[in-house]
């Protein structure tokens, strides 16, 4: 039986500090996440541009992602992916943290960084669409060079929908952005961005079907219905900005389940200790008087969380770590780093 000093549950900003931090706190640390990649609901608007994260330059959020990645794995933690969390028990003096392959993981103690939970894109409800996800039928958009000169569509009026078209608008040779109800409901100052720079916006509208190419791999026309009436046209990608599903099937057993506001945030007893000895919360997932659900916020609490987690196994422990320059973990690092300016 492997037993690890700290496990993360959910690699996602909060984990991924978490992580960085463990290792920088001598803990012999682990992620778990389901996603296939790391970087949490980051992810999801990966072109956006991040103005608020304390002493970062303007940043697409991917490089954002990369960073914190190269980051968590400073210290070489162990990382499970796409493996998602079931449940949690307690035996003896360590926790056996189940998962959806049916192994067992063993803990000391737990972080958990689970966010708003696994999201899930919600799907075109057109018969035979998913053949197009593969080609030009998109629910996140990875780069967005790829759509230079198309003629793109929009199907959405949230702000996912409304960033994504003012984002394409400058390379795009046409953006539609199609909407079924009668207003959008994206922040007022980018509609009007939109409107004032030739999004075609129709409302009262949705897809209803889509045509292929002759080799049927990729969609070539699409049909919209507004207010009643069909049109089709061509197109060249279609993006579905439809919103999220949350699933949240984090379990605790009985005798360890931790307090939880609302039903689903952990209530926070100071320093993200939740209500049961050795469980920690970080991020979104956590909630305390005047907590900040933004980037920023998921690194404090990653830092009180460690903290708090290395004064459970060790309450003779440092409070908390040295500052960067005092860190023993730091000096040979330091030294190859230096070596390359
Ligand atoms: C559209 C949008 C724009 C935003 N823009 C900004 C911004 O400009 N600036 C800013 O500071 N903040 C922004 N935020 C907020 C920021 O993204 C969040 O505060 C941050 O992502 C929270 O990080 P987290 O690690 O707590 O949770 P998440 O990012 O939600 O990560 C949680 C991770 O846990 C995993 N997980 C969940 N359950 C399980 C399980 N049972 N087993 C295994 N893994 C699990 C999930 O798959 C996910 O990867 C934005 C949020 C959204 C939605």
Redesign the pocket.
């Known amino acids: 039986m492997e037993l690890f000093d700290v496990t993360i ?9 978490s992580a960085f931090y463990s290792g920088l706190r001598d803990l012999k640390t682990k992620i ?4 296939p990649t ?8 990966q072109e ?6 304390g002493g970062q330059p303007p940043i697409v ?1 991917a490089q954002f992602v990369e960073n914190l990645v190269a980051q968590a794995k400073t210290f070489d933690p162990t990382i499970c992916l796409e ?4 449940n949690v028990r307690k035996e003896q003096d360590y926790f056996v943290i189940e ?2 392959d049916g192994a067992q993981h063993y803990s000391k103690t737990i972080i958990i ?7 899930k894109p919600i799907k075109l409800a057109i018969d035979g669409a998913e053949k197009y996800e593969m080609t030009n039928l998109h629910y996140t958009i990875k780069g967005i060079e790829r759509f230079r000169n198309h003629d793109v569509l929009i199907s959405g009026g949230g ?2 929908a409304v ?1 994504w078209a003012v984002e394409l608008l400058p390379i795009a040779k046409s953006v539609t952005l199609i909407y079924r109800k009668e207003e959008l409901t994206a922040h007022e100052a980018q509609v009007r961005n939109l409107r004032e720079n030739g999004v075609e916006i129709m409302l009262n509208s949705e897809l209803v079907s889509l045509q292929s190419n002759e080799q049927k791999t990729a969609i070539e026309q699409v049909t919209v219905c507004q207010n009643g009436d069909n049109t089709t046209f061509n197109i060249d990608d279609v993006i579905i900005s439809h919103g999220y599903d949350r ?4 379990e605790f057993d009985e005798d360890i389940r931790p307090e939880c506001k609302d039903n689903y945030y952990l209530q926070s007893i100071g320093k993200c200790q939740t209500t049961v000895p050795g469980i920690f919360g ?5 909630t305390y008087e005047d907590k900040v ?6 690194f404090q ?1 990653a830092v009180l969380a460690v903290n708090s987690a290395k004064l459970y196994m060790n309450p003779e422990a440092n409070k908390v770590a040295m500052v960067s320059s005092h860190n023993e973990k730091f000096r040979e690092k330091n030294q190859e780093i230096y070596a390359n300016v």
């Open positions: 549950v959910g690699g996602g900003p909060a984990g991924l500090y778990i996440e389901f996603q790391l970087g949490g609901k980051v992810n999801i608007f956006k541009m991040l103005w608020d994260v959020a493996t998602k969390v079931q998962t959806n960084a689970t966010g708003g939970g696994i999201y702000n996912g960033d699933e949240v099937s984090l970080a991020g979104d997932i956590v659900n933004l980037l920023l916020g998921t609490d």
